[in-house]
């Protein structure tokens, strides 16, 4: 199973960056994935969320209106395009898939938003 993270990267304040996360290895379409970020000295948070089927989203309280998660299940992918960025976005930023009881998780790509 993997997981690769890539996008991330070096932002100014309120500009966007695009987070890709690239599957392989399990049945990409039965899982739901999620964004999740962690600062340093500080939680790791969700970020996003889609559905399975990419029918049903959910968003942090600090992300919404700011982002959008999709997924490509013909492609075994799942996006999350951040825009009006913030310094306080800053934070690796890690895809989970979650199916039931079973997780699997990146490795993470750092997102930097700084002027």
């Known amino acids: 199973v993997q997981l690769v993270e890539s996008g991330g990267g070096l932002a100014h304040p309120g500009g966007s960056l695009r987070l890709s996360c690239a599957a392989s290895g399990f049945t990409f379409s039965t899982y739901d994935m999620s964004w999740y970020r962690q600062a340093p000295g500080k939680e790791r948070e969700l970020v996003a969320s889609?559905?399975?089927?990419?029918?049903?989203?959910n968003y942090g309280d600090f992300m919404k209106g700011r982002s959008t998660i999709s997924r490509d299940n013909a492609k075994n992918t799942v996006s999350l395009q951040m825009n009006s960025l913030k310094p306080e976005d800053t934070a690796v930023y890690y895809c989970?898939?979650?199916?039931?009881?079973?997780?699997?998780w990146g490795q993470g790509t750092q997102v930097t938003v700084s002027a």
């Open positions: 889609i559905s399975s089927s990419g029918g049903s989203t």
């Open positions: 989970k898939a979650r199916r039931a009881t079973v997780e699997y």
